[in-house]
């Protein structure tokens, strides 16, 4: 095995090689540390049900780190958009003998062979029926078919809440691990608070699909954070006595709002200090040091110039995962 010397982004990588230095500690038993045996993959029908934004905002939170990023796609459009990479890969991973003789030699096709066995995928996982092996593999050739499969697909993934993409920060081994580490940790706040998941590998397996994605979930990942924009995280009554003082005065509130707090504000600043730099200080260093370091460089910026105090602060229209 080749040594080489750790790089800058991954200080125990060597080469081929991965070094893992476990120490002792106590055991914090978190809701994450807690949702661990319950943790599963389930591949079926769900209700539709959408997610709030506080557990948006959690399953962003554990699935993000400094070399990964997390986009959750909620809107129709975007996935439809994922959608249709995802039949397109599986129709190309089915058109390939080699692929599917393997994946039907990791099957266990009932909960016996999987015990004794330890590995392999669990047919009933995936909303299939325990069935003796033998049986198991006649129903395979029968009814594992590409239409099969992708009307199944295009099921539930309709049925579902939302797509989860995961984006490393570059493709190589370091990273792939931290794409690891960022999923297990949204698995598990996802069982934390009741939420099925399941893998949709097809559009990032098949070479010929992957570019192809990479670039479609570019411009899905911008809609998104331009989506933002638009959200508001507080009621009509709030927004109304903050903004819109008894008569004659109306008027002139209306006219500052879209001109200060808007042309003025979040139109030309806060995509750069709330929807990127707040983000990424948070995920690095935690919200203390990202907003005492933010809050330095906005002041410094701004050069004493007094400002209103409810400028900044909250994270009212980034929500720290999205929607």
């Not at 055991?27 to 506080?54: H, Y």
Request: hydrophobic share 45%.
């Amino acid at each position: 095995m080749t040594r080489t010397r750790p790089s800058p982004s991954c200080p125990t990588c060597r080469g081929d090689a991965l070094r893992v230095t476990l120490t002792p500690t106590r055991a914090q038993a978190s809701p994450l540390f807690k949702a661990m045996a319950q943790r599963q993959c389930t591949r079926g029908d769900d209700d539709s049900t959408p997610l709030s934004n506080e557990e948006l905002g959690l399953l962003e939170r554990a699935g993000s780190s400094g070399d990964t990023r997390l986009l959750l796609l909620t809107a129709q459009a975007a996935m439809e958009l994922t959608l249709d990479y995802v039949v397109q890969g599986n129709t190309a991973q089915m058109a390939d003998a080699a692929f599917v003789k393997e994946l039907k030699a990791w099957i266990r096709f009932n909960g016996a062979d999987a015990a004794r066995l330890q590995d392999g995928l669990y047919s009933a996982s995936s909303g299939n029926p325990n069935l003796p092996a033998w049986l198991g593999n006649l129903a395979f050739e029968r009814f594992f078919t590409p239409k099969g499969e992708n009307d199944k697909y295009v099921r539930q993934i309709r049925s579902s809440a939302g797509i989860a993409v995961f984006v490393g920060a570059a493709a190589d081994k370091a990273h792939w691990i931290d794409v690891g580490r960022c999923y297990e940790r949204f698995a598990l706040q996802a069982t934390a608070l009741g939420i099925k998941n399941a893998f949709l590998n097809q559009p990032v397996e098949v070479a010929s699909v992957r570019p192809q994605f990479a670039t479609a979930i570019g411009r899905a990942g911008l809609r998104v954070w331009l989506g933002r924009c638009l959200q508001w995280r507080v009621g009509a009554g709030w927004m109304a006595f903050a903004f819109f003082p008894p008569l004659p005065l109306a008027l002139m509130a209306v006219v500052n709002f879209f001109l200060i707090f808007l042309v003025g504000g979040p139109l030309g600043e806060e995509f750069g200090w709330r929807g990127y730099a707040l983000g990424h200080l948070q995920d690095r260093h935690g919200w203390r040091v990202a907003s005492l370091v933010l809050g330095a460089a906005w002041g410094c910026g701004r050069g004493g110039q007094p400002q209103p105090m409810c400028r900044r602060g909250l994270r009212a229209g980034w929500i720290p995962g999205r929607q």
